[in-house]
Nanobody, 122 residues
C-alpha cells in the first residue's frame, strides 16, 4: 500500500510559479508510475504530468514547456514545478500512483493524495 500527501498549492497571479510536493510512503514494484492529476471546476480530470520508474515523463499538451515533474526516490517526494501559470491552470491538483505498472497506457491512479488547490487569477 502507498500513502500520498500532497501540498504546495495556493493562489498566484498569471505568470507566477508554484511547486507542488507529494510525500509518499510504502513500497513500489520495479515498474511504477507517478503523476499529477488535476480537476478544474466543473470539468473532468486530466493527467497533467507523469513519470515512471525509468524517468520517462509525459505532459498534457496544455502544460508542455511550463510544468516539470520530478521524482526524488531517496526522499520519496514527487514534485511538480509549475511556471508561467495561466487562469486555465486553476484546479484541484492531486498526486497519484500506480505502484505496480509503468506509465505505458496512462496512469492508473490506484492511490492518490487528498489534493491541493491551485488558483491563478488574471
Amino acid at each position: 500500500q502507498v500513502q500520498l500527501m500532497d501540498s504546495g498549492g495556493g493562489s498566484v497571479q498569471t505568470g507566477g510559479s508554484l511547486r507542488l510536493s507529494c510525500a509518499f510512503s510504502g513500497n513500489t514494484a520495479s515498474r511504477y508510475c507517478f503523476g499529477w492529476v488535476r480537476q478544474p471546476p466543473e470539468k473532468g480530470r486530466e493527467a497533467a504530468a507523469t513519470i515512471d520508474n525509468e524517468g520517462r515523463t509525459t505532459y498534457a499538451d496544455s502544460v508542455k514547456g511550463r510544468f516539470t515533474i520530478s521524482l526524488d526516490n531517496a526522499k520519496k517526494i514527487l514534485y511538480l514545478q509549475m511556471n508561467n501559470l495561466k487562469p486555465e491552470d486553476t484546479a484541484l491538483y492531486y498526486c497519484a500512483a500506480d505502484p505496480w505498472n509503468d506509465c505505458n497506457g496512462g496512469l492508473a491512479p490506484n492511490y492518490r493524495g487528498q489534493g491541493t488547490q491551485v488558483t491563478v487569477s488574471s
